[in-house]
């Protein structure tokens, strides 16, 4: 099967009874890159609203791996209101759930603002050179994006870290999907508890939600800063929370990611 771009599969959803077709340079082990998933998913409630309203709030359970070739992708309305809308839509494998989202979109409201200045210190992206494509450990996926990795957190590299740092881009032209590209840039980080690991462990996404503090339709393709920080690990399951700023300091997504791990 030929591979396929992001823009490419996020065409493919037109309604909210489509047919995506997955290729095999987006896979992670062995299942579908997580946050192409939740793209597509988002992708799926943005086309079932009657209007156009800004995502705010995006939660998606990973319920079994999302395979290579035709999935489908079924969205429906749950409510409609007059400034917020709640819709859902699941990923499947024939009639098999291989993930479920719920999503909020609301309409902007004339209220008093509070804003926050979060702390911004990245690391320079020209610190480190980019991520080594040819690496055999690195999952499929990430050939698609451009990767300088700053802030600690390596995979099985034993260094113990409580965060990562990355600055991030696409390595192709996904403007006409703006809301779905900084989706699936929020979900590149790998699980941080990994790196307090001296060898590969296996790990995957359980749960996620993304909070929007701007409306994603405005955000433009470039360079991104993600800042995520392990909270805790045990038992098989970790927790993290994460970040995500624009080139310029904006904060614009918040993170929150349950995983499971195996020793």
């Known amino acids: 099967m030929q591979e396929r771009l992001l823009a490419e599969i996020l065409g ?12 095999q340079g987006w896979t992670q082990g062995r299942a579908t890159f997580g946050g192409l998933v939740a793209a597509l998913l988002a992708r799926g409630m943005m086309t079932s609203l009657d209007e156009v309203k800004t995502l705010r709030s995006l939660m998606v359970s990973f319920v079994g791996p999302a395979p290579v070739g035709a999935v489908g992708v079924r969205s429906e309305v749950l409510r409609e209101g007059r400034n917020v809308t709640q819709a859902t839509a699941r990923l499947l494998d024939g ?3 291989c993930a479920q989202a719920m999503a909020a979109f609301g309409s902007d409201r004339d209220t008093k603002a509070v804003r926050v200045n979060p702390e911004f210190k990245p690391e320079p992206r020209d610190s480190v050179p980019p ?9 499929a996926f990430l050939k698609h994006f451009d ?3 700053t802030g600690g957190g390596i995979p099985a590299s034993n260094q113990q870290s409580r965060r990562l740092g990355k600055w991030v881009r696409h390595n192709s032209d996904v403007s006409a999907f703006p809301t779905e590209a900084l989706i699936a840039i929020a ?6 508890m990994m790196s307090h690991y001296n060898r590969p462990v296996m790990a995957s996404s359980l749960s996620w939600s993304l909070e929007f503090l701007v409306a994603p339709e405005t955000v433009k393709p470039g360079w991104f800063y993600l800042d995520y920080t392990l909270e805790a690990a045990a038992n098989g399951y970790s927790q993290q929370s994460g970040r995500v700023f624009s080139e310029d300091g ?3 997504t918040l993170s929150r990611q349950c995983m499971v791990y195996f020793e």
């Open 147 to 149: 990767v300088h990795w």
């Open 250 to 252: 904006e904060l614009l």
């Open 187 to 192: 979900d590149i980080p790998p699980p941080v």
């Open 12 to 23: 493919d959803v037109t309604g909210p009874d489509a047919t995506a077709t997955l290729t």
């Open 95 to 97: 009639d098999k759930v």
């Open 131 to 139: 991520m080594d494509s040819s690496v055999r450990l690195l999952p």
